[in-house]
């Protein structure tokens, strides 16, 4: 059948070239989102690479976009994972830079993309393309603010938006579903569109 041949093509192209996974990271200062790199990277990166001293940006706290790149080597093919850790906003009433720089470098990327797709007859192997992935979206446990609803709204246009209650462990199984649901609720009201990995998924 032509998807099987397909299926082994793209096979034949990842063990080649490899794949490539970027997340970005985005939340209010202080929700863990440093803390969540370290413990995603740790089963790849040597210890005295998670530790203070270390060049490499992976334990100070974010004031700037950085972005963190490791290459995990398995038995199939490669997987490059890139981790886009955004500095968290504070307690500016007005977030508006804070947004716009983070979402202007989703659009830069998308933009930067469409040139080089522009310029090339073959295209990129899957994942290359230099595209934000998914968005994981740290909200404060027990608290859903204004800033998060608007950033969510105008972030979820251009990225598949994953959001995640930070620091869930503070909370009763019951204050963690309600809030969940509440979560959703609100999002769904301010019509933001969420990530789903199934067609259609229980509530």
């Excluded at 004031?63 to 290459?71: A, G, L, S």
């Excluded at 490669?78 to 659009?107: K, N």
Aim: proline share 5%; hydrophobic share 35%.
């Amino acid at each position: 059948m032509d998807s099987l041949h397909i299926t082994k093509q793209l096979q034949a192209e990842w063990q080649e070239g490899g794949l490539s996974f970027r997340i970005m990271l985005v939340g209010e200062s202080g929700l863990g989102k440093s803390t969540f790199t370290r413990a995603l990277l740790r089963p790849y990166v040597p210890d005295h690479l998670l530790h203070k001293g270390n060049p490499e940006p992976i334990c100070a706290r974010t004031t700037e976009i950085t972005e963190i790149v490791h290459r995990v080597d398995n038995e199939v093919y490669p997987v490059e994972f890139t981790i886009v850790d955004c500095p968290g906003y504070g307690d500016a009433i007005d977030c508006t830079p804070w947004i716009e720089g983070i979402t202007s470098y989703v659009r830069d990327k998308f933009a930067a993309h469409y040139d080089e797709s522009v310029k090339k007859s073959v295209p990129d192997r899957p994942g290359s393309d230099g595209l934000i992935h998914v968005c994981l979206y740290f909200i404060t446990a027990h608290r859903l603010k204004g800033q998060d609803l608007e950033f969510m709204k105008r972030l979820e246009k251009h990225v598949n938006l994953v959001p995640v209650i930070a620091k869930a462990d503070t909370m009763t199984l019951g204050e963690r579903d309600a809030f969940r649901r509440q979560v959703l609720s609100e999002l769904h009201v301010a019509g933001v569109n969420l990530f789903r990995s199934e067609e259609h998924t229980s509530e």
